[in-house]
C-alpha cells in the first residue's frame, strides 16, 4: 500500500508543479507543514528551559 501511495503523490506532485496555481499550493503546503514542525520544535524546548515560553507562545 505505501508503494501504491507514493506512486500516485509522486505524480499529483509533479502534475501540481508544472502549474503556476499548483506550484503556490505546493509552496504554501510545506510552508505550514514546517510551521508546525518548529512549532513543536519550539513548544519541546520551552519544556527542557522555561527561558524560552515566550518565543515558543508567539510561534
Known amino acids: 500500500m505505501g508503494y501504491i501511495k507514493r506512486t ?3 505524480y499529483a506532485t509533479r502534475w501540481l ?4 496555481w499548483g506550484r503556490r ?3 504554501v503546503w510545506a510552508m505550514r ?3 508546525t514542525r518548529v512549532r ?3 513548544r519541546d524546548l520551552a519544556n527542557l528551559y522555561p527561558v ?3 518565543a515558543a507562545a508567539w510561534v
Open 8 to 10: 500516485i503523490m509522486f
Open 17 to 20: 508543479m508544472q502549474r503556476r
Open 25 to 27: 499550493l505546493l509552496f
Open 33 to 35: 507543514a514546517m510551521r
Open 40 to 42: 513543536e520544535f519550539l
Open 52 to 54: 524560552l515560553r515566550p
